[in-house]
């Protein structure tokens, strides 16, 4: 006979989003530092000069009534138009556009170091101090995870997680969609599917059965009220509590 003392209590909405809040702002913050730091290892500020140096020789630039540097639109049906000369003059200079790459790839690599270092940081290591796979926001609010099989987490799955999920599907897929919409073409669409992939996680939280995101999902893992939910260290253990007589 099943103990009904036992039961599956899902963690409130509320809750879950304020916990999200709060970690998301730590996140950020976090991310911010290890990127500037980055940013120091690698001399990007030297980098970037190089590159402006380069546009300042072939003239991209133009400077507005306020004084501030813009960049020349070229104008697409005039040929001779002075800023398509610039840019075509520009694009025609091997070391020049070599620059422009590697300013490119400085930008992804702190961009993409900063986060991984940051969300690994917060949503890894953190919840293996906390324990039950509580990140700062999901110890404030009372939030645990469990695994899908409603045992305590382990840490390949809080690594998957971290990983898999909050790195890599929820944070730098959209962030490289955006920062590609910013430097070509297609801006709309690579927008749209970047916010289309948080969209569709909130509505899988919404719409699934045990309340799951995106990285919930890849990890097997549940979002529960810390106060209401009994976390059993094994398999064993849970079905000895869930069906003694």
């Known amino acids: 006979m099943e103990n009904k003392a036992y039961s599956l209590n899902l963690a409130p909405m509320g809750k879950r989003l304020a916990a999200w809040l709060l970690d998301f702002i730590l996140t950020i913050t976090l991310a911010v530092g290890f990127m500037l730091l980055t940013s120091v290892l690698v001399n990007y500020d030297k980098q970037v000069e190089k590159l402006n140096e380069y546009y300042d020789i072939h003239n991209v630039y133009r400077t ?58 917060m949503y ?8 039950h796979g509580r990140t700062v926001g999901k110890k404030v609010m009372g ?47 690579y927008s749209f599917i970047a916010l289309g992939i948080e969209f569709a996680n909130i509505v899988a939280v919404l719409v699934s059965k045990k309340k799951q995101n995106f990285a919930d999902m890849i990890a097997k893992t549940i979002a529960v009220d810390s106060a209401s939910q009994i976390i059993f260290d094994t398999k064993e253990e849970l079905s000895k509590f869930k069906y003694q007589k």
Not at 144 to 161: A, C, G, P
Request: glycine share 6%; proline share 3%.
């Open 64 to 121: 507005d009534e306020k004084g501030n540097k813009t960049f020349c639109e070229a104008n697409p049906n005039d040929e001779y138009d002075s800023c398509n000369v610039a840019w075509a003059k520009f694009a025609e200079d091997e070391e020049a556009v070599a620059q422009y790459n590697r300013v490119n790839e400085y930008s992804i690599g702190i961009l993409s170091s900063g986060l991984v270092l940051s969300i690994m940081s």
């Open 124 to 131: 890894f290591v953190v919840p293996l101090c906390l324990k």
């Open 143 to 189: 939030v645990s995870l469990i695994s899908t099989d409603e045992i305590k987490v382990n840490h390949k799955q809080m690594f998957i997680r971290a990983l898999m999920g909050n790195f890599l599907v929820l944070s730098m897929i959209p962030v490289l969609l955006f920062f590609t919409a910013m430097i070509s073409g297609g801006g709309f669409l």
